[in-house]
T-cell receptor
Framework: QQQVKQSPQSLIVQKGGIPIINCAYENTAFDYFPWYQQFPGKGPALLIA?????SEKKEGRFTISFNKSAKQFSLHIMDSQPGDSATYFC??????????????FGQGTILTVHP | ETGVTQSPTHLIKTRGQQVTLRCSSQ?????VSWYQQALGQGPQFIFQ???????GRGNFPPRFSGLQFPNYSSELNVNALELDDSALYLC??????????????FGPGTRLTVL
């Protein structure tokens, strides 16, 4: 009930490509969906987040697409650069009940962008 | 505005020992959450502190305990260390707002190794 499933585990693209990372959740109480970027030896850094009242959100080269009925959301990285090579995590939390304020993370996707 | 800071950066302990990890929250934030990140995994929620009280707990045994101080800094204590406690321990701070998702900002983490 609390799981967030993320795919793929790893992804390799060429510079300029558009990597897409997908997540699916089960808990219908989730209403906040952030994406984090993590470099080796560092803490996760918030990239972008979405709430279920919109189906898409863009910030710079990062876009979240959200499908409430399917309970799925995805991250697209436009014009990917070698500096985007990192591990990406999706997460979810709720505004009430037992999931309030507690992030449940996916398993992570290791992205490699070749020059 | 200062970000989330954690100390120490690295720590090596032996099985059965006790450890205390420290976190200073971002300026203006009143909530601290702790997460455990095993190698190659997503962070797992340990517990959250709001106004010096525990405000929710994940699936971790009682030997994981915490404190939050009046200045909103926090400690994570782990007693009777086990080999499986080896992980990156992350602190995240946020402003808890009723009815809203919890945007959490992470510190760099403390790498704990239990031998």
């Amino acid at each position: 009930q609390q799981q967030v499933k993320q795919s793929p585990q790893s992804l390799i693209v060429q510079k300029g490509g558009i990597p897409i990372i997908n997540c699916a959740y089960e808990n219908t109480a989730f209403d906040y969906f952030p994406w984090y970027q993590q470099f080796p030896g560092k803490g996760p850094a918030l990239l972008i987040a979405i709430r279920p009242d919109v189906s898409e959100k863009k910030e710079g080269r990062f876009t979240i697409s959200f499908n409430k009925s399917a309970k799925q959301f995805s991250l697209h990285i436009m014009d990917s650069q070698p500096g985007d090579s990192a591990t990406y995590f999706c997460a979810a939390s709720g505004s009430g009940g037992t999931s309030y304020g507690k992030l449940t993370f996916g398993q992570g996707t290791i992205l490699t962008v070749h020059p | 505005e200062t970000g989330v800071t954690q100390s120490p950066t690295h720590l090596i302990k032996t099985r059965g020992q006790q450890v205390t990890l420290r976190c200073s929250s971002q300026s203006g934030h009143n909530t601290v959450s702790w997460y455990q990140q095993a190698l190659g995994q997503g962070p797992q929620f340990i517990f959250q502190y709001y106004r010096e009280e525990e405000n929710g707990r994940g699936n971790f045994p009682p030997r994981f305990s915490g404190l939050q101080f009046p200045n909103y800094s926090s400690e994570l204590n782990v007693n009777a260390l086990e080999l499986d406690d080896s992980a990156l321990y992350l602190c995240a701070s946020s402003v808890l707002l009723a009815g809203a998702g919890d945007t959490q900002y992470f510190g760099p983490g403390t790498r704990l190794t239990v031998l």
